[in-house]
Nanobody
């Protein structure tokens, strides 16, 4: 099973930026990678996903134009650049991998990293 470790979370003011990283113990070209988040009292939700080649990406409507997902397969690492952060982006962010980026199809989750955006 793939081990995933996130880093880069923290406290930032609204309008600021953060870059999250997700280091994987190994990668397979069969699986895609992505980011999910869970705010207090809410369901875990999809944020962004990226295919093995990096040429195909997808975003939740709430983050389009502000977040950018990327990956470096030589380093087994995925990134999430978050710009123009808003208080509603406050959540625990999880990286994940699986054949599809549906919660029921995820095969490995990271431990999560807290992102807090103050107004």
């Amino acid at each position: 099973q793939v081990q995933l470790v996130e880093s880069g979370g923290g406290l930032v003011q609204a309008g600021g930026s953060l870059r999250l990283s997700c280091a994987a113990s190994t990668l397979t070209s069969r699986y895609i990678m992505g980011w999910f988040r869970q705010a207090p009292g809410k369901e875990r939700e999809f944020v962004a996903g990226i295919a093995w080649s990096g040429s195909s990406t997808g975003y939740a409507d709430s983050v389009k134009g502000r977040f950018t997902i990327s990956r470096d397969n030589t380093k087994n690492t995925m990134y999430l650049q978050m710009n123009n952060l808003k208080p509603e982006d406050t959540a625990i962010y999880y990286c994940a991998t699986g054949p599809r980026l549906l919660i029921r199809d995820i095969t490995s989750w990271g431990q999560g990293t807290q992102v807090t955006v103050s107004s």
